[in-house]
């Protein structure tokens, strides 16, 4: 895998944010939803002739389908350092996530970086089901007291997030991720708006609306009932025309 650098842009004490395409795609859409909200720019890239041959048109420029952006923070008054989000829209191979994860945690500690937040989609199998969180070391799990989340003592982490988090154990990387129960057959963006609210706790930038996700999961619902009066000629493309 190849980073491309487009910014040699300094952060302080930064945090990292990583949200990829998984279940309900949580990730993606929370952390494309932040980096819109926040204007932040792209700093890197990581592309291979192993990934699937898309790339992404942003301001009229074209870039590579991982990307990582970051912005210096306005609000010096919390205690925490400025903020880099990791972000996809295509989904790997299962393989391809430990050549990813090598490649992101060598860039990581390039900027600096010693602090990841992770955020994965579960199934979700009833309503009001809490968002779960686990970390790969004891400043983590503090941390995740400290937010009021479940902490998952027993349970299977997928993906990148889980390479993640057993890599960053044995190698004093301080990981949290964050497991947000989800729709597995649609995009919800009404479950990645839920995330906003811990995440806001850790970086105050983050407090911000999520009316425009609950906005596209009503859409999203709409389109569902259309499906469900009409057939199924009507929803499925739409929806997922929302999403590219």
């Known amino acids: 895998m190849k980073i491309i650098r487009y910014s040699e842009q300094k952060y302080d004490n930064p945090t990292a944010i990583v949200g990829l395409p998984g279940i309900g795609l949580v990730g993606s859409i929370l952390t494309s939803f932040a980096i819109r909200e926040l204007d932040m720019e792209v700093v890197a890239a990581i592309t291979s002739p192993d990934f699937p041959p898309y790339t992404l048109i942003q301001n009229g420029n074209p870039y590579p389908p991982v990307r990582v952006y970051g912005c210096r923070r306005e609000n010096t008054s919390a205690d925490c350092g400025d903020l880099v989000i990791v972000t996809s829209e295509i989904t790997l191979r299962p393989e ?45 799990k503090e941390r995740i007291e400290g937010l009021g989340l479940k902490m998952l003592n027993d349970g299977l982490v997928r993906g990148l997030t889980g390479v993640m988090l057993y890599e960053a154990f044995y190698s004093n990387m301080d990981v949290i991720a964050m497991l947000c129960p989800a729709n597995p057959a ?37 389109k569902i009932k259309q499906q469900q009066e009409y057939g199924y000629d009507v929803a499925p493309k739409d929806i997922q025309q929302l999403y590219g």
Request: one cysteine or more.
């Open 96 to 140: 391809q996530y430990y050549d990813l994860n090598a490649t992101l945690m060598g860039l990581f500690k390039e900027m600096g970086i010693t602090s990841v937040i992770a955020l994965e989609g579960i199934p979700q199998f009833e309503e009001n089901m809490n968002i779960f969180a686990c970390g790969s070391s004891a400043a983590s």
């Open 186 to 222: 649609l995009p919800d963006p009404r479950s990645a708006a839920r995330i906003l609210e811990p995440l806001s706790k850790i970086m105050p930038e983050l407090a911000i609306d999520a009316e425009p996700l609950y906005k596209e999961a009503e859409e999203i619902e709409s």
